[in-house]
């Protein structure tokens, strides 16, 4: 059962996700520009955890790792996207790490934009291009709504921006990836967060609100991993 089920909704978040993302054309030598904003977010309010859940519901929810009722009762007040924004991320393709602060006082900063744009470049394609900012928060609001709860862990970082020619030589090795995918486009990742359940990051990342949503289940010491993206809102598995 996930965080939709239990009722944790979220209104659209507001911030570096107003900005119109620029055209995933770039390639590897010019340099994305970070976009400009001094609109400061609004507060996004997730609704309480239902308290009637069944006696059989909620020993299915134990049964998760993490539960998702970890998630309880808890307004994101003003204060929350207010502060600073610090993105940690890992490229296991590439061996990467970064820790970055891309979002201070209403402004992108450009270098740290820049750098996560290389960070979720096409790394088989070697081309990067510009990440829509609305991606960079809701990638953001995860990370920092699940570490007010212990859960302090670097996204990894499986798939970001695609070239065309990457994506469709994914198709062809049948990996699940759409003809018209937002990866092309830099409005999509593929993303994990070692120790966390895929069903509980998936249904956290869907109450967002901020776009579609693919849960992939796998097995194995690993799991599976969650795709988000900034286009129309939409759940499927994969």
């Known amino acids: 059962m996930g965080l939709a089920a239990l009722g944790l909704v979220a209104t659209p978040l507001i911030g570096c996700a107003s900005r119109t993302a620029a055209p995933a054309s770039a390639s590897a030598s010019a340099k994305p520009r ?64 970064a820790k970055l602060l891309y979002w201070k006082d209403g402004e992108v900063i450009d270098s740290a934009y820049q750098e996560l744009c290389h960070l979720l470049r096409d790394v088989n394609g070697k081309k990067t291009a510009p990440i829509d900012p609305k991606l960079l928060e809701t990638l953001w609001g995860t990370q920092a709504f699940v570490a007010r709860y212990g859960i302090e862990q670097p996204l990894e970082i499986l798939s970001g921006y695609r070239t065309a020619e990457s994506n469709g030589k994914l198709r062809e090795a049948g990996v699940p ?41 796998r097995s194995g010491p690993r799991g599976g991993w969650i795709h988000a993206d900034t286009g129309l809102q939409r759940v499927w598995k994969g």
């Not at 486009?185 to 693919?214: H, M, P, T, W, Y």
């Open 177 to 217: 990836a759409a003809r018209q995918s937002l990866h092309i486009s830099g409005r999509a990742a593929d993303i994990r967060v070692a120790n966390l359940n895929a069903e509980v990051l998936g249904s956290l990342v869907r109450s967002f609100k901020q776009g579609g949503v693919g849960f992939y289940y």
């Open 34 to 97: 970070a976009p400009r904003t001094g609109v400061p977010p609004q507060p996004t309010q997730l609704a309480s955890v239902d308290r009637s859940i069944t006696s059989q519901s909620r020993q299915a929810i134990t049964e998760l790792e993490p539960p998702p009722d970890i998630f309880d009762a808890q307004a994101l007040d003003l204060e929350f996207w207010l502060k600073p924004r610090t993105l940690e991320v890992v490229r296991p393709a590439s061996n990467e790490k």
